[in-house]
């Protein structure tokens, strides 16, 4: 068993494309049929296409396939003729009777005397076609149904707790109670894993972007936790959102990259995710981009929406970066109380226009200038 699910109650899906082609090849090569001196046999599977998976959610196993099958068939008629050709079947799915299987028989350079073994691959081919097609199913979740499922002996809510569980403190004297217990880095527990790649964009510098994940106080602003401990070096260990989330620092590359050992508090005990993510700073804007690699299965959904709540949504508003998973915003700059782009304005339209973007220096002149304009036509005006 390698699946942490307590209780199966998790949705958990495995992909068994390549496992069907397999069973397919194993199973349909070699199917064949004789009568009055005609013979035919499956020769090979052409293709397969479509989805194929075994899931499970709250202990019940299920599958969820629909696949399009393309055989290939060679036979002989009673006078030795040889003919060849294929069958395609539409659909194999899930909730297909065996009654329901459609077949598509054609032979290649069809003629008369090739007839007769096109005839015996629809009478005699299909019908073992459609009873090997509805064993389908069930050799499925006996293959695979012990991966994604635990059986009562071995679901982890029937197990003794562990030896790597955080022991209690000991009783004794104050000094010994208050003394925090150190939890070990130890990967213990094997879980099916996969990985998450998201990407967030900023207004924002991917220096300026980097340091909210090493500094402690700018940290503690987005988390709105002190974060304890929290030593952003290689090897540092790390404790944030009131303990939900730790790891350890990996590497760490000024501006650029940093890869975090990461886990949830909720995850199986010991396992941790590897986090990579790398700033690319483009023309006004930072992306963000997760390498998420060793998040548990059917864990996929809530990492994505606790890192796009509590880390993106979260450092976008607390400093005015404003994250987005695609949206570019432009950087922008404070300057003198007014705000410009990283970017060059060109002037365009009347003096009023002129006013607005070179600001208070212009408009004082302008009403230096009216003021004086207005002085000479007051002592020049006819007595």
């Not at 293959?143 to 002996?153: L, M, P, R, S, T």
């Not at 991917?206 to 500094?215: E, G, T």
């Not at 709105?224 to 009131?242: A, I, M, Q, T, Y």
């Not at 996929?300 to 998973?325: C, D, H």
Request: hydrophobic share 35%; charged share 25%; with cysteine.
């Amino acid at each position: 068993m390698v699946l942490h699910n307590p209780g199966n109650w998790h949705w958990v899906d495995k992909d068994v494309r390549d496992w069907a082609k397999q069973y397919f090849d194993k199973k349909l090569v070699g199917v064949a049929a004789e009568d009055k001196g005609t013979s035919v046999h499956i020769e090979k599977v052409l293709s397969i296409e479509g989805d194929c998976d075994v899931s499970q959610r709250k202990g019940k196993i299920v599958t969820l396939y629909d696949l399009k099958i393309k055989l290939e068939y060679k036979g002989t008629n009673a006078d030795g003729v040889e003919a060849s050709g294929s069958v395609t079947v539409p659909e194999v799915a899930y909730d297909t009777e065996e009654d329901e299987y459609q077949f598509e028989i054609s032979n290649y350079s069809d003629s008369a005397e090739k007839q007769a073994v096109r005839e015996l691959v629809r009478a005699k081919i299909t019908p073992q076609l459609r009873s090997l097609f509805g064993k389908f199913t069930g050799d499925m979740i006996a293959e695979h149904g012990k991966d994604i499922q635990h059986d009562a002996a071995s679901d982890p809510r029937n197990k003794p707790s562990s030896s790597s569980s955080i022991p209690a403190p000991k009783t004794g004297s104050a000094k010994d109670v208050t003394k925090p217990v150190e939890v070990k880095h130890t990967k213990t527990t094997v879980v099916n894993t996969t990985t998450v790649k998201m990407a967030f964009e900023f207004r924002a510098a991917a220096s300026d972007l980097y340091q909210i994940f090493v500094d402690p106080e700018k940290t503690k602003m987005f988390t709105r936790d002190v974060p304890s401990p929290f030593e952003p070096k290689e090897g540092g260990k790390f404790r944030l959102f009131n303990g939900n989330v730790e790891g350890v620092f990996k590497k760490l590359e000024e501006g650029k990259k940093i890869v975090q050992d990461w886990r949830l508090a909720s995850w199986p005990q010991g396992h941790y995710s590897s986090l990579n993510l790398t700033f690319d700073e483009g023309s006004g804007f930072t992306t963000l981009r997760l390498d998420w690699e060793g998040v548990p299965l059917g864990q996929e959904e809530v990492a994505k929406q606790n890192f796009g709540e509590y880390y993106a949504k979260s450092i976008g508003n607390t400093f005015g970066y404003a994250s987005s998973p695609s949206k570019i915003a432009p950087l922008k700059s404070k300057k003198r109380g007014r705000t410009h782009t990283n970017s060059t304005t060109a002037v365009q339209g009347g003096w009023w226009d002129m006013i607005q973007v070179a600001g208070p220096p212009v408009l004082s002149v302008g009403v230096v200038w009216l003021a004086i304009a207005a002085a000479v036509v007051y002592f020049r005006r006819p007595e």
